[in-house]
């Protein structure tokens, strides 16, 4: 059965520092690979996708994800956070089949200090 | 372009009555899945619904069930409600069932079972 790990509850980053959100999952096969934000409050808004290809892929807002299939992992980063990305962050994985069934981790929260 | 809108954001209901929770989905979407969070956790699939037929279901007692109307919009039901059911429901709407299309939350409706 699919499954992801968000090892890291909460996350405290000092505004302008660079950020690395920890995912990884398990799935037999190749997996699509999400990455969603959640505001107080708020639904869930993607932040970026992996499907195929090339392996660092872009997304809203300054985020990018590297996709390592050796490691199982699909960690998030941002190179300067701003304090407006304080929220909760969602990995997920989907089966590479033709429907569409999140399988979501914990979640992490990022508080950023000033 | 509203997006994926649900009603009612807030509700409070007594254990054992039952509840239904209603999602309109984004303009042209013809796909709605229905999702729980508990408190700390990240969304759990409860099923899918596409051309008005349940598609896929996950591991959700048979208390929770659903409908989708020619127009794409849905229900969420829950019957004999219990305190465990306390959560946040999202929906989700998305153009067709495949993977390569995203998804779109809206922000939830908040049931509390007392």
């Known amino acids: 059965a699919q499954s992801v790990t968000q090892p890291d509850i909460h996350i405290t980053v000092s505004e302008g520092a660079s950020l690395e959100l920890r995912c990884n999952y398990s799935?037999?096969?190749?997996?699509?690979l999400f990455w969603y934000v959640q505001s107080p409050g708020q639904g869930l808004q993607l932040l970026l996708k992996?499907?195929?290809?090339?392996?660092l892929v872009q997304g809203i807002k300054g985020f990018e994800a590297e996709f390592k299939r050796s490691q199982s992992s699909f960690n998030l980063r941002k190179p300067s956070v701003h304090w407006s990305d304080a929220a909760e962050y969602f990995c997920?994985?989907?089966?590479?089949?033709?429907?569409?069934?999140?399988?979501f981790g914990t979640g992490t929260r990022l508080l950023v200090s000033p | 372009d509203a997006g994926v809108t649900q009603s009612p954001t807030h509700l409070i209901k007594t254990r054992g009555q039952q509840v239904t929770l209603r999602c309109s989905p984004k303009?042209?979407?013809?796909?709605v899945s229905w999702y729980q969070q508990a408190l700390g956790q990240g969304p759990q699939f409860i099923f899918q619904y596409y051309e008005e037929e349940e598609r896929q279901r996950g591991n959700f007692p048979d208390r929770f069930s659903g409908h989708q109307f020619p127009n794409y919009s849905s229900e969420l039901n829950v019957n004999a409600l219990l305190l465990g059911d306390s959560a946040l429901y999202l929906c989700?709407?998305?153009?067709?069932?495949?993977?390569?299309?995203?998804?779109?939350f809206g922000q939830g409706t908040r049931l509390t079972v007392v």
């Open positions: 992996y499907f195929s290809g090339d392996t």
């Open positions: 303009s042209g979407h013809d796909t």
């Open positions: 799935y037999g096969a190749t997996p699509y």
């Open positions: 989700a709407s998305s153009l067709g069932d495949s993977l390569g299309t995203e998804a779109f």
């Open positions: 997920a994985v989907a089966m590479n089949t033709g429907f569409q069934k999140l399988v």
